[in-house]
Structures are given as structure tokens and as C-alpha cells.
RNA sequence: GGGCUUGUAGCUCAGGUGGUUAGAGCGCUACACUGAUAAUGUAGAGGUCCGUGGUUCGAGUCCACGCAAGCCCA
């Protein structure tokens, strides 16, 4: 080596890095590491990045590129961050660095979401207060909060852990924009979200409707379902239930049951709800109140519930009035689905309470049961949420009347109690029939639960439920009335049951928008693919309105004025027209003065809620109290976090839509669909063209994380042991995204052993010889290819197949796939074979072309590995190609600044790849051989034998008949072809080809094949086709239509593997023994080196004792071999005196002395 | 209750369009290698493919009905 050209070329290189680096170890080109501490990587990578501003310069270098277009779903900083959050943000930093390498410029903006019930409710557990405080003075023995101020605390607690994920973003290598984030409380955020508002509402999209909520008569309000959720506010009461009889039309004496525990909600029917997978008969029986015979239809399951089984036997006919089993007979059984459609009388037809058709007709529902009542649900649609969302979807009206101004009201008003005009209705039945109660009933005194304090236990104490029933079994329209006693909730203030009641909202009218959304949905790509199509696809399909007011406080206000009749009303859709309008108002002395006078602007109650203006005819218009969802906070924030359209409408046409989103499946109906929902109706576009819905992370034994049971992982913990790179690969080569994961850190481990470990090995194997040899890598004095050793031919050909396959994975959003690829490259083939094999080649002789050749394989293995990995594990990566690059001043500053190199298929050889494939399963076979008949493989063997099928084999494993030697220490391939004669062949179906010819005659072949042997074998091999009869049928069988293989060589020993068959010559002469001697003793010397610790280069001399023949003989013969592997100086044989080491050779002793030279 | 997902070795996971003997890693057992060495290799054991029916010459794969777990919605 000394003087050669490489040398001098390699030393100025050195030189220079001597006073670039001023390193210590200047002779060192590429840094070598004892143990590798992961956790630091990531430490002083992310330093490194922070210095040299790395995340700024991959989107400045990409200037005027295409641009790939990420959403940043924002997170709520109200609480810390889980694990999960790692898992969900890998996924977003992962093809946002792809993409850049790939040549796009990707800015990725972050975000916060500010808004929301959960703030608010953190807010009043901390101040210890309740919704009800909010807003009023403190009194005795409450507290009170104005809303001023608890929107402060709002304001500040939101963001409070604001750090920790600014730290976790950091750590894990999420690349995002933390500097210029959107903030959804933001004035300027909030002012496009009123721009893009008043779209809707001009689109006419913005309506007030109806939607059925929990209300509390007594206390005139409406509950919050966390409110109902109250401890205490569900409680066990006896209600009144009634089984109505509807009769149905065109089916004579016919009636439909149908369960209710509310019947005050009768007279508002207007649908029954059956399952349409549900079993249902007809059965003849008779009415018990009235003994009139009825046929009656109800769910198959119920029927042991309402007839008795002991009656099942008794003849229809034998029924008398008043007998107390009543005969029944199944006339005919039917699923629910034949029954859709069918019309039935109106149950209590109510003067002007009539309906067109549809109303009154059996229509399916997806929430019926057979666990109780009839397998047939009444529907009332101003009293059930299901009832109300099954009426709208099957376009059938419900029953309301409407008041003075015209709009539409249940006949159930806001104190709890009838109208007039079914109460009138009642007064004239109890008359009828002739019912009397605790006191007397007007029309106006029929209240539908006890909301008047009326004594329970007083005499003939009746409330309206069972006037209800006593009319109802009085008309042959009861089945069946009884107590029942179940749980029902109450308002926590007054005490009083609630009602499910129709309370004014504002809604978005998305069902207008639903087809085109159904469209476009299609058009964009979902992983997995069931989401978009299942979930996210068949909750389209059941699209309803989107409610979008909630009564609280710290949310974005709904910027819509109101006058008091509701009349007229204006939509504000900018800070400016707001300024204008108040102008406006002040002018026509409706303020004294703007509230935003002198003041900071603040879009949020209350300071909005102070502003009246000014209608067209002069009325004072007032905000309408609601704000808005807060999924329409995040849902408009391709629009909102540009500030759109006041600002940036170029940026915003630039990164809109985007290419790619994730966030957890959870979102499915929150931020997919809002986002979705927006872009469709206002801009007639998608809003992302690639999105992955990710599972759940679990801990490793499939239970939910909570911080509460203790089984939560802390990521920054984790981070601390295991660096972020084993993270983030772990999480994503573990298991598909989008299945749950079952976290466990034994995985985490062992995804660094195995791949991290594997590849730092390979990579310190290299910088190590590459430091002996002073090799520097050249890409423009590299070796070409094609000179290479088949070896490496062989790697470079894998590696291109490598790239292809992640470039694959990626651009179709598959992480797993990729990652699981990189890491079987990195392991089984650089590592588990190519350095294997290759190892000789870096440690003998001078710089020559095949060990320069041999750097430049694995340097290229180990550069390319560094940039496809860089996605997935940013840390270590960059570090690996800093490594890699710095020796050779050729890299940019980071692995991430660097271009992408796309597979150059002219290294793809096919043919050398299955050639290699058919060497490992070979050297496996072999293995396998030696292990079973007890023969190491460091023990020489002459030969094996392979039988060859075709030309093609044969080359193919002459091709790497060396390779094969070398590893399982044979001297020769035999190959067996045809004219050995003494081949024995199988015959197999090829059963996806024949299976199509044949079909059912298949198993009649197959059953002939077996009774096959060279005869007939050698005949469709030499004439290509066959004549087979089977079952009194010519079929003419084709060669290619069956395989024939070779799995056994008589007399020999063989195994086998995928076709592939071999036999071992285990025959020993003695000169292999004495080779095999030979190796052993190289083998204990080479062990006596390390005991005595002695370097690599260090040189010995060897004296042997002349004690054994064989040991004679073998050092006669391979004296020199020994001397080279053992860097023996001198190797004499004689007798040993005084100190001498013993060797135990398995067989024999032998006694040996070694001094250092 | 509905929609969707998942169920394959002790554990974590692969198994286009159905094809004969269902694979990998970890773990376990044994052995080998020893100039990548706190590394590595090889072999072995280990399966009712959640269950029951069905379609088919043939089902882990397709269909139906269940069971179990999870998410979302009621």
C-alpha cells in the first residue's frame, strides 16, 4: 500500500480534515463508535438543525418548486401530550420529508385549537364553579363569574401546556411550523370563519331549526348532555307504559303494537320504527280490555312476552270475555323489512292535527330492539332525537302546529303541558268517557309529567298518561297498559323529569351539498380504504343538518343580529362591515357609542354581545346568543390560517387543497368531515386528496391508556431511553397505522437491536477498515459497476429493487410498507450476507480494484440507506450521512437538503438476484445436511450434488458455485442432469393452471399423477403433451401444465427446499481431515490471540508439539495457510519444554507455545 | 342497537385475483462461527388460521350466521 497513488490522494484528504475538524484522531476519516447512545443522537442532531436552520432550508431551497400541501390538524394544549401524539405525528412528518427529497416544496404551518366545551369545562372544575355562575354576580352562597373574565381564563388555560408539545414536536422530529402558528381564537381567525359564515348564509345554507335536545319544563332551559350526564340526574321512576294498537289500512282488524313509557308523546305519532332484519308475525288473539278479537303484529322475539305460553294450546273459539288466559294463534311470520310502507289510522285523530301521506306508515329504524316492548317503535318527532332523525331522513312530517308568527310548535308547550287543541280534545273524551279525576280538567290543564305540584296520593289522583291509556283501552286502541318501572333523567336543578323537546338551533345545511359530497369523496384516497367508503362514506350517505350552536361561552360567536320578532336579521361577514353596521347604529343613536370604542377588538362574548344594530326598517337587531361548533373552527382552517380572503389569497390558492392529512379515526365525523363538508359547499372542491385515519395506541395488552390506571406511556420517558429514531420506527413498522397498536417497549427494544444495532455494525465495520485502508469515497473515481465482483452487482441490484419499493410504499401512503422493506434490505441482505460473504475481501491484501470495489459498494448501500430512511428516523439518518459524507466534503449539510436518488434500473439484474436466492437456500440445505449428520462446517467436504432440471438452473447456480463453497466449505458442485440416469422425478399438478381446464374432473388427474413414474415422466417431458382417460374421457395433458421437480438421489442423503434438492458427500479422506485440522488449529490460536490480547496486526511466532501424526501431516501440508491467518511469523514443530499452552482439539490434545514477535 | 375495524405460533405481524406441506421476527432449545465479537450464523420445536354452516374439484382467503375485542354514532 505505502506509495501508492490512493495513498497520496487519501492522505492530502486527511490532511485537510486535520484542520477543518481539528480532530484528534485526524488518521480517522470516518468516525467509529464503540457503543452507540441513541437518545444523544437525537439530542445534538436536533442541535445541529436548530444551528444551521435545517427544517428553514428544506423549504427555502425548494423555492418555486412544486409545491406538496400538508394540513396541520390542530391540537388542543389544554392537556399534555400521550404517546399517540407521537404515533399521529410521525405519520405527518414522514411524507411531508418525503416529499421534499422528492423535490417538492412542502410549508407546513401549525396550529392550535383554542376553542371548545372541554376548555370550558377544565375552566369551571378549576374555578369551582358551574355554567349557571357564568355570567352572574356572585350571590350568597354561589359564586359568579362574568363572562369577561371567564373568558380570560379560558384564554390563558388553553394554551397552558403550549411548551410541552412545542418540546414533544421538537424531540420526535415534527417538522412543523411553530413560529407563525394559526390560533383559532385569533380575531383574524375568527374573522375569515365570519367571512366564510356569511357565504353560507347568502348561499341560503344558514338556517334556525329544530333539534331535539334535553329540556327541563320546570327550569324553562335546556340541558347540555354533560349536564345530563350529572351524577344523580337518572333515577328509577314508575311510569305509565301503554302498547297502542295502530290499525293498520287494506288489512282487516288488523293492528300493529307498538311500546311506549311516554304515552303524553300519542298524539304526536306520526311513524312506527320497525327492524328490518327483524322477525315479525301476525297473531290472532283477542283485546284484553275490550275481549273484541284482533289480529295484532308485533316482533317474533316479544311474543313470550305478551301471550302466555300456557295459552298457546286453548282454541280461538273456546274464548269467553273475562277468561284470564287469552288464546293465540300465529297466523303468518315476516322480516320487518316487507312491512316498510304500510299505512295505518291515525291513533288519536285530533281535530287539525291531521297529516298528509307519508305520515302514518311503517318505516325502518336502525335503533330497534327486540330487548323490550313490541320489536315496533311509536315515533314522535318532536319528542326523540332518533324519532326526529328517522322522520327527516324518510321525509316524513311530524305533528306541530303553528303559532301566532307562524312558525311551527309542538303540541306540547315550553311549561310542559298540552295545548288547547289536543287538550280540548281530552276534556270531550274524559266526558265521553265519562272518566273523572282529582280535580277538573280544562284544556289548558293538562300538563304531560307532574310539573304542578300535584298531591300524587290524593283520591282518584289521575295524571295525563293514564287519562291517555283509560281513553285508549275504552277505543280498542290499547293492548296492553301497565307500570313500569325505569330509569328516566331528571333536571339537576328543580328535580323535575326532563322532556326531549324541540329547541331552536342553528343549522348548515349540508343534506343540500350531500350527493356532490358523496361525489368528491370518492375521489380521494383513504388509508384504509374502508374508511373512506364505510364510515366516512355511510355517514354521508345518512347526512343530517349540521347543528351548529351551542350555548356556551368561549367559542367563536355566531355573527348573526337579530331583531326581537325575529323578523329581520343581518349576517356580518367582516370586522370592517361590523365597524360600518355599528357606525351605522350609533348614527341612529341606538348605542351611545361603540363598545369597541377606545378598546382592543375582541370578537368573543360578551364585548360582541353589547353590540345592537340597526335593522333595514329601523328596529334594534341583537346578536343571537349562540356560538359556533368548534368543529367549524378547525374544518375552515385551509381558509382561516391564511387569513382568507382578507390577506394571502395567493398562498391560500397555492395550498389549497391539500395533498395530505392524518389524524386519528376519532375524527372521522370531527375534523375530516367539517374540513370536507366546507370545502365541497363553498368552494366545490375537496380539501385533501390523500388522508390517513390512524388507530388507536394501546398499551401492550390491548386496554386503553389512562394516566388514571397508570398503563400510560410517557413519550418523554421513552424518548429519553430510546431516542425518537427507534420511536418513530417502531410505531410505524410495528403494525399499520390505521390498526390499532399495542404499544409495548420490549418492541421498541428490539426494532434497535435488530435494525439500528444491525446497521451501526455494518456501518462500523466499514468506517473501521476504511480507516485502516485510508479509503475515502469518490463518486467520480468510483469503479463501474459492471467491473464490480458479482457480489456487489448482486447488492446494488437489491438496493435499486429497494428503492423502488419505498418509492412505492410512499407515493401510495404506506409507511409500513416501506419501513419493513428498508429493514429487511439492512438485515438480511447488506448485513446477513452481503458483509458476510464480502469480509475477506476488505481485510487481505493492498488497495486493489475488487477490495476498492467493495468499499464502494457498501458505501453506496449505506449512503442510500441513510436518505431512504431519513423519513422515518430524521436523527440517526442525517447522522449516518454525516458520517458517510463528511470524509469526503461531498455532502450538503444534511441528509434532509439532499435530492432524491431515483433506482437506476440498469442495475436490476433479475437473473443474479434468483441466482443469489437459489446460493442462500443452497447454503441453508447444506447447512442443514452438516448439522444432520453431526459434520461442522470449519470440517472440509469434497462435494454436493444438485440435480439439474434445465440448462437455466444450472447456470444459475454455477454463477454462484464460489460463493456457495466458500460459505458451507465444500471443494465442489456436482451437477445431476438428466444423463446421469440416476435422477428420480416428481410430477405435480400445477394446480392454478389445470384448476381453470378442468374444473371438477381436477381431483380424477390429480389421483392419476400420483400413480406416475419415469415412464410416463419421461414421456410429456420428451413429447410435451399426454394422453390421460380418466372417468371414460380423453383429456390431453400439457407439460407446461404440470410441475416436475427432483427430491431424492438414491443413496445419498438429500434435503430439499423450494424445488431446490441436495446431496452431501460426507465421505472424510484424510486429506480434508487434515485440512479440516488445519482450521481448527487456526481456529484455537486464533482464540489463544484474543485471550492474550493481542491487536489485529500484531505478529506471533508458533511452536506446535510434535506429538500427534495427523497434526504433523496437516502442518506438512498447510503450514502456510496457518501462518497467514494467524500472522505467524515462524511455525516450527518440536518438542515443547517448560511453558506450553494446550489446546483442546476436540478429538485430541495439543500442546502448543505462542509468543508475540 | 347501528356503522366500521380487528381476530393466523407464547408475543408482534406477513399471507394480490381461492391452489397441494400457512410464513417472518422476537422468545425458547440445540449447535456453529470467532479479524463486525457486549456482534453473527444455522437448525429445531411451536398452528383446530375465533366458531358454525355454505359455495367450490379445492377455503386462512369468498358468502351467511354467530362469538370476542376496539372505535365512532345513537
Redesign the pocket.
Known amino acids: 500500500m505505502q506509495g501508492s497513488p490512493q495513498f497520496i490522494f487519501v492522505g492530502i484528504a486527511q490532511y485537510i480534515l486535520f484542520f477543518k475538524f481539528t480532530r484528534i484522531d485526524a488518521v480517522k476519516t470516518y468516525q467509529e463508535f464503540k ?1 452507540v447512545d441513541y437518545p444523544h443522537i437525537g439530542e445534538s442532531v436536533l442541535q445541529y438543525w436548530k444551528e444551521n436552520q435545517i427544517f428553514e432550508k428544506s423549504i427555502s431551497n425548494r423555492e418555486g418548486a412544486k409545491t406538496f400541501t400538508f394540513y396541520e390538524g390542530p391540537p388542543s394544549a389544554n392537556g399534555t401530550p400521550g404517546i399517540h401524539h407521537v404515533m399521529a405525528r410521525t405519520l405527518k412528518d414522514i411524507f411531508c420529508r418525503y416529499k421534499t427529497l422528492r423535490g417538492f416544496q412542502v410549508k407546513r404551518k401549525g396550529g392550535w385549537d383554542t376553542h371548545g366545551l372541554p376548555v370550558e369545562l377544565q375552566v369551571e372544575k378549576e374555578l369551582g364553579i358551574t355554567k349557571e355562575d357564568i355570567g352572574k354576580n356572585p350571590t350568597a352562597g354561589r359564586a359568579g363569574i362574568t363572562v369577561a373574565e371567564y373568558n380570560k381564563k379560558c384564554r390563558e388555560t388553553v394554551m397552558r401546556f403550549k411548551n410541552e408539545w412545542d418540546e414533544l414536536t421538537e424531540k420526535i422530529g415534527y417538522w412543523v411550523d411553530l413560529e407563525d402558528p394559526y390560533i383559532t381564537f385569533d380575531s383574524n381567525y375568527i374573522e375569515s370563519l365570519w367571512y366564510l359564515l356569511k357565504q353560507l348564509y347568502e348561499k341560503g345554507l344558514l338556517y334556525k331549526g329544530y333539534t331535539i335536545q334535553p329540556y327541563s319544563p320546570a327550569a324553562g332551559t335546556g340541558l347540555s348532555s354533560h349536564e345530563l350526564n350529572q351524577p344523580g340526574c337518572y333515577r328509577e321512576v314508575k311510569d305509565t307504559s301503554i302498547t297502542g294498537q295502530f290499525k293498520l289500512k287494506g288489512q282487516p282488524n288488523t293492528y300493529i303494537l307498538a311500546w311506549t313509557t311516554t304515552p303524553w308523546t300519542l298524539p304526536s305519532n306520526s311513524a312506527l320504527a320497525i ?1 328490518e ?1 327483524l322477525d315479525y308475525v301476525k297473531v290472532r288473539t283477542f283485546n284484553p280490555y275490550t275481549h273484541l278479537p284482533v289480529d295484532v303484529i308485533l316482533a317474533k322475539a316479544r311474543v313470550a312476552s305478551y301471550f302466555s305460553p300456557k295459552a298457546a294450546e286453548l282454541p280461538l273459539e273456546d274464548y269467553r270475555p273475562g277468561d284470564k288466559l287469552i288464546p293465540y294463534q300465529v297466523l303468518e311470520e315476516f322480516k320487518g323489512k316487507s312491512m316498510i310502507g304500510w299505512e295505518y289510522e291515525q291513533l288519536l285523530p285530533i281535530p287539525g292535527l291531521a297529516l298528509p301521506h307519508p305520515a302514518f306508515t311503517v318505516v325502518a329504524g ?4 327486540t ?1 323490550d316492548g313490541t320489536g315496533i317503535v311509536h315515533l314522535a318527532k318532536a319528542f326523540g ?2 324519532d326526529f332523525r328517522t322522520l327527516v331522513q324518510q321525509k316524513v312530517p311530524g305533528i306541530f302546529v303553528q303559532d301566532e308568527l307562524g312558525n311551527e310548535v309542538p303540541v306540547v308547550d315550553r311549561q310542559g303541558k298540552f295545548l288547547p287543541i289536543v287538550g280540548e280534545y281530552l276534556v270531550a273524551k274524559m266526558q265521553e268517557h265519562g272518566i273523572s279525576a282529582h280535580k277538573t280538567f280544562g284544556p289548558n290543564d293538562f300538563y304531560v309529567k307532574n310539573y304542578t305540584q300535584d298531591d300524587e296520593a290524593a283520591p282518584d289522583y289521575k295524571n295525563t298518561d293514564v287519562i291517555l291509556s283509560i281513553l285508549l283501552k275504552n277505543e280498542n286502541k290499547a293492548f296492553k297498559v301497565e307500570k313500569y318501572e325505569h330509569s328516566y333523567p331528571h333536571c339537576w336543578r328543580t328535580d323535575k323529569p326532563i322532556l326531549y323537546y324541540p329547541l331552536e338551533s342553528w343549522f348548515i345545511k349540508t343534506t343540500a351539498y350531500k350527493d356532490r359530497m358523496v361525489e368528491l369523496n370518492k375521489t380521494i384516497q383513504w388509508k ?1 380504504e ?2 373512506g367508503t ?2 366516512f362514506g ?1 355517514w354521508l350517505e345518512n347526512l343530517v343538518d349540521w347543528n351548529l350552536s351551542r350555548s356556551r361561552f368561549w367559542g367563536t360567536p355566531l355573527p348573526i343580529w337579530r331583531t326581537a320578532d325575529g323578523t329581520e336579521e343581518k349576517c356580518i361577514g367582516s370586522i370592517a362591515e361590523l365597524q360600518a353596521e355599528i357606525d351605522k347604529s350609533v348614527a341612529a343613536g341606538l348605542m351611545t357609542a361603540s363598545p369597541y370604542a377606545g378598546k382592543e377588538l375582541d370578537l368573543h362574548r360578551p364585548y360582541v354581545d353589547d353590540v345592537i344594530l340597526l335593522s333595514p326598517k329601523g328596529q334594534k337587531m341583537f346578536r343571537e346568543t349562540d356560538l359556533i361548533d368548534v368543529w367549524f373552527d378547525s374544518g375552515a382552517m385551509p381558509y382561516a390560517q391564511w387569513h382568507y380572503p382578507f390577506e394571502n389569497k395567493d398562498v391560500f390558492a397555492a395550498n389549497f387543497p391539500a395533498d395530505y392529512i392524518a389524524e386519528g ?2 375524527q ?3 375534523w375530516f368531515f367539517t374540513l370536507h363538508a366546507l370545502s365541497v359547499m363553498l368552494f366545490d372542491s375537496v380539501s385533501f386528496k390523500n388522508v390517513i385515519a390512524n ?2 395506541v394501546l398499551d ?1 395488552n ?1 386496554n ?1 391508556m389512562s394516566k388514571r390506571l397508570g398503563n400510560a406511556i410517557d413519550p418523554f420517558k421513552t424518548l429519553k431511553e430510546y431516542g425518537p429514531d427507534a420511536l418513530r420506527w417502531y410505531l410505524l413498522s ?3 397505522p390505521w ?4 404499544f ?1 417497549l ?2 421498541v427494544t ?1 426494532v434497535q ?2 435494525f439500528f ?2 446497521l451501526q ?2 456501518y ?2 466499514f468506517a ?1 477498515y476504511a480507516n485502516l485502508d485510508a479509503f475515502i469515497y469518490r463518486a467520480e473515481k468510483a469503479i463501474p459497476v459492471q467491473e464490480r465482483a458479482e457480489l456487489d452487482q448482486w447488492i446494488l441490484s437489491k438496493l435499486q429493487s429497494l428503492i423502488l419499493e419505498v418509492e412505492a410504499a410512499m407515493d401510495g401512503y404506506d409507511a ?1 410498507k416501506a419501513t419493513r422493506a428498508i429493514q429487511n434490505f439492512t ?1 438480511d441482505q447488506l ?2 450476507w452481503y ?2 460473504l464480502a ?1 475477506k475481501r476488505f ?1 487481505r491484501g493492498d488497495m486493489q480494484a475488487d477490495k476498492q470495489a467493495a468499499y464502494e459498494t457498501l458505501y453506496e448501500c449505506l449512503f442510500t440507506l441513510s436518505q431512504l430512511m431519513s423519513s422515518f428516523a430524521p436523527f440517526y439518518a442525517d447522522w449516518l450521512y454525516k458520517n458517510l459524507t463528511e470524509a469526503g466534503e461531498s455532502g450538503k449539510a444534511s441528509v434532509h437538503l439532499t435530492d432524491w436518488n431515483t433506482a437506476n434500473h440498469s442495475l436490476i439484474n433479475p437473473d443474479l438476484e434468483t441466482s443469489m436466492d437459489l446460493a442462500q437456500t443452497i447454503s ?1 440445505l447444506v ?2 445436511l452438516r ?1 444432520k449428520e453431526k459434520i ?3 470440517q472440509p467436504l469434497q462435494r454436493i450434488l444438485v440435480p439439474v432440471l434445465s440448462e437455466k438452473f444450472k447456470s444459475q447456480v454455477a454463477h454462484v458455485a464460489e460463493l456457495i463453497q466458500t460459505e458451507v466449505n465444500i471443494k465442489e458442485i456436482e451437477y445431476l442432469d438428466d444423463a446421469s440416469g440416476i435422477l428420480v422425478k416428481n410430477i ?5 393452471v389445470l ?2 381446464k378442468l ?2 374432473k ?2 380424477f388427474v ?1 389421483a392419476a399423477l400420483q400413480g406416475w413414474g419415469a415412464t410416463e415422466i419421461n414421456q410429456i417431458e420428451r413429447e410435451g403433451n399426454y394422453l390421460l382417460s380418466v372417468e371414460g374421457e380423453e383429456i390431453d395433458l400439457l407439460l407446461e401444465e404440470v ?1 416436475i421437480s427432483s427430491q431424492d438421489i438414491p443413496g445419498w442423503s438429500v434435503a430439499s427446499d423450494q424445488g431446490v434438492t441436495v446431496a452431501l458427500d460426507v465421505n472424510v479422506t484424510e486429506e480434508l481431515k487434515q485440512e479440516g485440522v488445519a ?1 481448527d488449529l ?2 484455537r490460536i ?2 489463544l490471540r ?1 485471550d492474550l490480547g493481542l491487536e ?2 500484531d505478529k506471533i511466532t508458533l511452536l506446535v508439539s510434535d506429538s500427534n501424526p495427523l497434526v504433523n501431516a496437516s502442518i506438512a501440508l498447510f503450514g502456510g495457510y496457518i501462518q497467514e ?3 505467524a511469523i515462524s511455525l516450527s514443530l518440536g518438542k515443547l519444554e517448560g511453558e506450553a499452552t494446550v489446546l483442546d482439539m476436540d478429538e485430541f490434545e495439543l500442546p502448543v507455545r505462542l509468543i508475540k514477535a
Do not use: C, I
Open positions: 457503543q327492524g332484519n336502525d335503533y330497534v330492539t330487548e332525537a332518533d384504509p374502508a374508511t364505510g364510515r355511510n379515526v376519532d372521522t365525523r370531527g388507530g388507536l401492550k390491548g386503553k410495528n403494525a399499520n390498526d390499532n397498536l399495542k409495548n420490549d418492541g428490539e437491536r435488530r444495532g444491525t455494525n455494518t462500523n465495520f473501521l409500513t438485515v448485513s446477513n458483509v458476510r469480509r481485510w441453508s447447512h442443514s448439522k461442522k462446517v470449519r405435480k399438478p400445477n394446480l392454478p384448476g381453470k374444473g371438477p381436477m381431483r390429480v410441475l482450521r487456526v481456529n486464533q482464540n484474543k489485529v496486526q491467518e494467524t500472522q
